[in-house]
């Protein structure tokens, strides 16, 4: 994974190195829904950085997902949607400390990132939006 932000134009592309965000240690949230691949998506975001606390957001599709350093929380993403965003902001409230936290949305549905985005916005934590393309690292 090559993050594109610190990419040297003289260093050759290496997919197995990760250029680290310097002095950019954040929290990340990972949603984890129901979907072919979103297993790999994930995993891959949780070893791009090293991130300060990584928590997983998911339901009981996901509940057995395993990483190093990684939070798994389970919601019921069935839930009307301003109950599914109360339930993950009282489920983030007392996981997310920093100023600003790194989401991971590729995984889910409309509703879920929509639910999602606005606990975090609730709890008045700043939110950059990341993801891994073609094995690289972005912010997006």
């Not at 003289?10 to 691949?37: F, Q, W, Y």
């Not at 989401?103 to 950059?128: P, Y």
């Amino acid at each position: 994974l090559v993050n594109k932000k610190e990419r040297k134009t003289s260093e050759p592309d290496t997919l197995n190195k990760v250029h680290k965000i310097k002095s950019r240690m954040t929290e990340l949230i990972a949603l984890l829904s129901t979907g072919k691949g979103t297993w790999s998506e994930v995993a891959q975001i949780v070893k791009a950085q090293p991130w300060e606390k990584i928590v997983i957001l998911t339901n009981e599709f996901g509940k057995d997902f395993k990483a190093d350093n990684a939070q798994v929380v389970v919601a019921d993403f069935s839930k009307p949607i301003t109950e599914l965003k109360d339930n993950i902001h009282a489920l983030l409230k007392d996981k997310i400390t920093g100023l600003e936290v790194a989401v991971h949305m590729i995984s889910g549905t409309g509703k879920e990132h929509a639910a999602l985005l606005a606990a975090i916005l609730k709890l008045g934590t700043g939110v950059r939006l990341v993801a891994v393309e073609n094995k690289e690292f972005i912010e997006l």
